[in-house]
């Protein structure tokens, strides 16, 4: 059974904002000759990096809501050039929305059992995942979905 990781992603406003973010640092790596693929560096490795690569995904925070997901390639643990250890988190470019969910700040990364992750907002059903983001962050912070 896969496991998931959850993290803040600072700076982002919306998944729109993560999806461009993501798009100019694909262009970024693609002109300096480097594989496009998105990496994310953190500080500390997982340790369960078999259950995570077995269909795991990075759940984004956005704006303090569990907002979207992104399914985990790869981890890489690496040595910077300080001599500390990192890791790059490897993970495909498609962002997934899901269900809005409040979530508090907190550092670093979190395991996220697949029991507790939010659905992806295409299993919803309706009209939810044609909603503007906006609108789901508000009524999801009012307990209205």
Not at 36 to 41: D, G, P, R, S, W
Not at 55 to 70: F, N, P
Not at 91 to 118: H, N, S, T
Request: glycine letters at 10%; a negative charge.
């Amino acid at each position: 059974m896969p496991l998931h990781l959850l993290k803040l992603c600072v700076g982002a406003e919306s998944i729109s904002d993560l999806e461009n973010w993501i798009t100019e640092r694909q262009a970024q790596r693609r002109a300096r000759g480097e594989p496009a693929e998105q990496l994310h560096t953190t500080r500390m490795v997982p340790k369960k990096v078999e259950e995570i690569l077995d269909g795991g995904s990075l759940y984004w925070v956005i704006k303090g809501q569990i907002s979207a997901r992104q399914r985990l390639t790869d981890i890489r643990p690496f040595t910077d050039g300080e001599g500390i250890g990192r890791c790059h988190l490897v993970m495909e470019p498609i962002v997934v929305p899901v269900e809005p969910r409040p979530f508090r700040p907190f550092q670093g990364w979190r395991y996220l059992q697949v029991k507790d992750a939010p659905r992806d907002l295409s299993e919803h059903g309706g009209d939810l995942g044609e909603m503007p983001e906006e609108l789901r962050r508000e009524l999801a912070g009012l307990g209205l979905l």
